[in-house]
């Protein structure tokens, strides 16, 4: 089992930049793939970004490519969501995700969140 907890959300301004963390427990940490997923007020959840098990292979949501990377550390059990130029319309809640594929779902383990905010 995995324990996820995001840190790094907060207030930016438009074109600002922000870098989100993911600490894992868990002793198989190494053996998941990550994700990013965010949901904004009244919306659904939407995937963000994914990364294999190794950190060679990512993916992205069309809106935050080549804005937004995700990379990892196996050696810390950490995931990261670098944003940057950043808009108003990626303010929401962030979550990270592991799961066995770097897919858009079928996560298994989520983490509580972390707001973003992102004014105009």
């Known amino acids: 089992q995995v324990q996820l907890v995001e840190s790094g959300g907060g207030l930016v301004q438009a074109g600002g930049s922000l870098r989100l963390s993911c600490a894992a427990s868990g002793r198989t940490f190494s053996s998941y793939a990550m994700g990013w997923f965010r949901q904004a007020p009244g919306k659904e959840r939407e995937f963000v970004a994914s990364?294999?098990?190794?950190?060679?292979?990512?993916y992205y949501h069309d809106s935050v490519k080549g804005r937004f990377t995700i990379s990892r550390d196996n050696t810390k059990k950490s995931v990261y969501l670098q944003m940057t130029s950043l808009k108003p319309e990626d303010t929401a809640v962030y979550y990270c995700?592991?799961?066995?594929?770097?897919?858009?779902?079928?996560?298994?383990?989520w983490g509580q969140g972390t707001q973003v905010t992102v004014s105009s």
């Open positions: 990364i294999n098990w190794s950190g060679f292979s990512t």
């Open positions: 995700a592991a799961g066995r594929e770097a897919t858009t779902q079928g996560y298994s383990y």
